[in-house]
């Protein structure tokens, strides 16, 4: 898949999605994803294109968010190919609002080379 091709695939998409490089790097979002990024739209994607995603995943792991932590090692069976895909639902609170978000990785491979897919969606929402 050539690079403008994955572009315009990604863009399609409805939900906010990224895809991951080798090195846990995001290469490549759709407009929501950079809009979930801006608006804080869950703190699994709240990564901005070419951030270390895994690196972000594994230190708010450390912080208390064991989400992050099944999703990076999630991400890394995907680039390990050890996993073809994936998915998660999570709770996230911040500032008095509770949100339940879908996520979900897949193999992609670019150029001989194994990528993530990234979709991540909120699915519910409680004041």
């Known amino acids: 898949m050539s690079t403008e091709a994955l572009m315009r695939y ?6 906010p999605a990224c895809v991951i490089d080798p090195a846990g790097v995001v290469c490549v979002a759709n407009d929501a994803w950079i809009e979930a990024v801006d608006q804080g739209g ?3 994607s ?3 294109v ?3 995603y895994l690196a972000f995943c594994d230190e708010i792991a450390i912080h208390g968010f064991p989400a992050a932590h099944q999703l990076a090692q999630g991400i890394r069976d995907i680039l ?3 996993s073809g895909q994936w998915a998660m639902a999570y709770r ?3 500032e008095g609002m509770q ?4 996520v979900r ?3 992609l491979d670019i150029d001989h080379c194994r990528h993530v897919l990234l979709s991540h969606r909120r699915v519910a929402m409680n004041a």
């Open 80 to 82: 390990e190919k050890r």
């Open 10 to 15: 990604v863009a399609g998409l409805d939900a």
């Open 46 to 48: 709240l990564t901005p």
């Open 42 to 44: 869950g703190v699994l």
């Open 105 to 107: 990785i897949e193999s």
């Open 99 to 102: 949100a339940y978000f879908a």
């Open 50 to 52: 070419r951030s270390d």
């Open 92 to 94: 996230h609170q911040a």
